[in-house]
């Protein structure tokens, strides 16, 4: 069992940086993919970006550029660092493990999910 609590989201202004974390519990945290997904209102949730066991990379075409995803195992923990944000980037962001070897960026390939936290960005 993983249990997945996100923190650093808030409001910021177009053009501004903003950090998100992702802490895990258990022992296992390094052998998992690690994703960010996120939801706008009104919208189905989508892939950001994702970081494998090895540290291979995976990004959504829109944030490339501007997101980078990390992790520190020894800290079980991931972290999304979103640079020039803009408006349509307001979302609530989610951060999800999935068993390695399945796809990255299919929410319903992933076993764990945290509560979400929002990010707003304003014009």
């Known amino acids: 069992q993983v249990q997945l609590v996100e923190s650093g989201g808030g409001l910021v202004q177009a053009g501004g940086s903003l950090r998100l974390s992702c802490a895990a519990s258990g022992r296992t945290f390094s052998s998992y993919t690690m994703g960010w997904f996120r939801q706008a209102p009104g919208k189905a949730r989508e892939f950001v970006a994702a970081i494998t066991s090895g540290g291979y990379t995976y990004y959504a075409d829109f944030v490339k550029g501007r997101f980078t995803i990390s992790r520190h195992n020894a800290r079980n ?36 999910w945290g509560q979400g936290t929002q990010v707003t960005v304003s014009s």
């Open 77 to 112: 923990t991931v972290y999304l660092q979103m640079n020039s944000l803009k408006p349509e980037d307001t979302a609530v962001y989610y951060c999800a493990a999935a068993v390695p070897g399945r796809s990255y960026s299919k929410e319903y390939e992933y076993d764990y």
